[in-house]
């Protein structure tokens, strides 16, 4: 089996034992949508989830959330951590996109305040579902363990997954691969010997099974 095989190989086993539709955050309309990832950094995905309840029966739409008060959303989104610099950027990028869509190529999201590339595929990926590679934690330590990449550099890892495999199955991959990180390749003591994944992986071996991020 060639590299490119191998690859395909691990989508493909991925693909067949993971949720049809694997979604973190609670589906809303892409606005809300892109909000939600904003503040989804450093938090949970749950607790993404209970604040913007909050956040969007208050400010449902962009206008609103552009002329909200900021102390007052700092208030609502406290829980999510960083929420100063979080709430100037969701009323910053609300101010941008007050009256327009949310736009749908990456060099035009990542010029939103708060948007950076990860955020900039999540849309990418979930609202318009096209190829998008979502580099997280999660991501980051299963692509490498795998040795699919070896590679820390999130931007980099993004374009070397975009050279290996087709557009059509990246965000597939980039979501199942994410579940099977949080699943059974934890940081600390990978699930090795439950992985489906064992026999095509290098660092599943037994020897190697430290935490690695
Ligand atoms: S074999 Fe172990 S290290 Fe490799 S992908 Fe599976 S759980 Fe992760």
Do not use: W
Not at 88 to 111: F, M, Q, T, W, Y
Not at 141 to 170: A, F, Q, W
Request: glycine residues 4%.
């Amino acid at each position: 089996m060639n590299e490119k095989e191998r690859i395909l190989e691990i989508y493909r086993i991925l693909d067949e034992n993971s949720p049809a539709n694997i979604t973190f955050l609670d589906k809303k309309d892409p606005f809300q949508f892109l909000i939600s990832v904003i503040l989804s950094a450093q938090c949970t995905d749950k607790m993404v989830n209970l604040v913007t309840n909050e956040l969007f029966l208050k400010y449902p739409t962009a206008h609103d959330l552009s002329v909200a008060d900021y102390n007052e959303v700092c208030d609502i989104i406290k829980r999510t951590g960083f929420y100063r610099n979080k709430a100037r950027n969701i009323i910053e990028c609300s101010k941008a996109l007050d009256g327009k869509d949310v736009p749908s190529e990456i060099d035009e999201l990542i010029k939103l305040p708060g948007v950076g590339r990860k955020t900039a595929n999540c849309v990418i990926g979930d609202i318009y579902n096209r190829g998008a590679v979502i580099v997280d934690t999660h991501f980051k330590r299963v692509v490498n363990r795998l040795e699919i990449v070896n590679e820390k550099d999130p931007t980099k890892i993004e374009m070397l997954i975009r050279s290996k495999l087709e557009d059509k199955y990246l965000y597939r991959f980039s979501m199942t691969a994410n579940l099977h990180g949080r699943n059974i390749c934890h940081a600390r003591k990978p699930e090795c010997d439950k992985c489906l994944l064992f026999k095509l992986c290098p660092f599943g071996d037994g020897d190697n099974q430290e935490e690695t991020k």
